[in-house]
C-alpha cells in the first residue's frame, strides 16, 4: 500500500514524526452479477448492487495529533464505452449502491438504450481526495444488461373492453413503477378486471370479497365493479394492491383570456371519438396569454403541454396563438394524453 506524506501539517510534538494519509489505489469496484436481463415482474426488487471498500483514508497518527480521518468524495460513472467519454455520474455517499429492476432500467434507457436489446454498460468509481489532486478511479466493471419497455400496463377486460376474453381498455404506468391510471366511460354495474397481460396470462387482480377498493390477486378474488355510472380517472397500485375512480362531471378551460374563470368556457364531450373539445378567443391578459384544462372546477386534476409538443403534462400551461381557435383534449389513450389547438 503507497503512502503519501501529508504536507503543511503543524504542531508535531516530536522530531522525526511523520503523518501520513493512505493511497487508496488498490480500492475494487465488486458488482453483484454481470449479466441481467430486466422485467416488469423484478420491477420493484432490488436486482443489482455495487459495493467498494473504503469511503475515507485513514490518518497515521490520528489520534495523537487530533486528525480526523479524511472523507473522499466517491462518484459512481456509467457510459456505454468503456472510455467514459459522456458518464452518466451518481455521487455516492456510502460504500454500496443498490438498483431495483426499475431504477436500473430506468438507468439504462437514459443512457440510450433500447428495449429488449441487449448492450454492455461500463462502470467505474471515481474518487476525489481533495481539489488540487487527480481523481483516482477502480478497475471499470461490465454489466451486460437487456432493458425492457418502461411504460406498462393493466388491461381491463369485462364490459369496459366488450368481453372477459377482450382487452381494449387499460391503464398505463408511464415509469412502472405499479401505479397506473387511465379514463373511461362506464356504466353503473359494469364489471372488469386488471390484467397485467393482454391475453389473461400473468397476473390477474379482482377485488377483495366485501372490499370493493382493494385489488386481491388470489383465485377467490370477485370482480371488480362501478357502483355509479360516469367519466371516471381509474388509478390503480399493485404496490399497495388497490384501486379507486374519479368521476369527472366537466372539464373546463381557464386561462387569461377569460380571467381564469373556472365555469366560463366548459368542454363538450364526444362519446364517439372519445375526445373533449371548446372553442374560445384567446386574448393576451394582465399576464400573458395562456390557459389551463380543469377538471370539476376544483384545480385539484389540471392539464397543460407547456413545450407545446401536443403531450398532456400535469399542472403545466398551454400558451395558444392570439385569436379564435378550437381545442381538443384527448385522453382516451393512457400511454399519451393530447391537447391541440386548430
Known amino acids: 500500500m503507497l503512502l503519501l506524506p501529508l504536507l503543511a501539517l503543524t504542531g508535531c510534538k516530536k522530531d522525526g514524526d511523520r503523518v501520513t494519509l493512505e493511497h487508496i489505489a488498490n480500492n475494487e469496484l465488486v458488482a453483484s452479477a454481470s449479466e441481467l436481463v430486466l422485467t416488469n415482474a423484478t420491477a420493484g426488487s432490488n436486482v443489482f448492487s455495487l459495493s467498494w471498500s473504503k469511503d475515507s483514508l485513514r490518518i497515521s497518527n490520528s489520534g495523537k495529533y487530533g486528525l480526523a480521518t479524511t472523507a473522499l468524495s466517491n462518484t ?95 391503464l398505463c404506468s408511464p415509469t412502472s413503477d405499479g401505479k397506473y391510471e387511465g379514463y373511461v366511460n362506464a356504466a353503473q354495474w359494469n364489471n372488469f378486471k386488471l390484467s397485467e397481460q393482454s391475453n389473461g396470462s400473468g397476473v390477474v387482480y379482482g377485488s377483495l370479497p366485501n372490499e370493493l377498493y382493494k385489488l386481491d390477486p388470489s383465485a377467490a378474488q370477485w370482480n371488480i365493479w362501478f357502483d355509479e355510472g360516469g367519466y371516471f380517472l381509474v388509478k ?79 399542472g403545466e400551461k398551454v400558451y395558444p396563438p392570439t385569436g379564435t381557435h378550437t381545442v381538443t383534449m384527448n385522453l382516451s389513450n393512457p400511454e399519451k394524453y393530447t391537447i391541440t389547438i386548430q
Request: hydrophobic residues 35%; charged residues 15%; proline residues 4%.
Open 76 to 170: 459512481l460513472q456509467f457510459d456505454t464505452v468503456n472510455t467514459f467519454t459522456h458518464p452518466k455520474e451518481s455521487v455516492e455517499t456510502g460504500v454500496q449502491k443498490l438498483f431495483t429492476g426499475t431504477s436500473l432500467n430506468m438507468l439504462v434507457l437514459s443512457m440510450g438504450m433500447v428495449p429488449e436489446e441487449t448492450k454492455t454498460i461500463y462502470i467505474r468509481l471515481k474518487t476525489l481526495v481533495g481539489a488540487n489532486l487527480e481523481p483516482l478511479y477502480t478497475p471499470t466493471v461490465a454489466l451486460k444488461v437487456t432493458p425492457f419497455n418502461l411504460v406498462s400496463f393493466l388491461y381491463m377486460p369485462g364490459d369496459l373492453s366488450g368481453g372477459w376474453n377482450s382487452y381494449t381498455t387499460k
Open 236 to 314: 390503480a397500485n399493485t404496490n399497495d394492491l388497490s384501486w379507486s375512480k374519479t368521476k369527472i362531471n366537466s372539464f373546463h378551460i381557464s386561462g387569461d383570456f377569460n380571467d381564469w374563470s373556472t365555469s366560463a368556457t366548459p368542454m363538450s364531450y364526444d362519446a364517439v371519438n372519445k375526445v373533449w373539445t371548446a372553442t374560445a378567443n384567446f386574448q393576451a391578459g394582465q399576464w400573458g396569454n395562456s390557459f389551463q384544462i380543469i377538471a370539476n372546477g376544483d384545480w385539484v386534476i389540471v392539464y397543460g403541454d407547456e413545450d407545446g409538443d401536443g403531450k398532456i403534462g400535469a
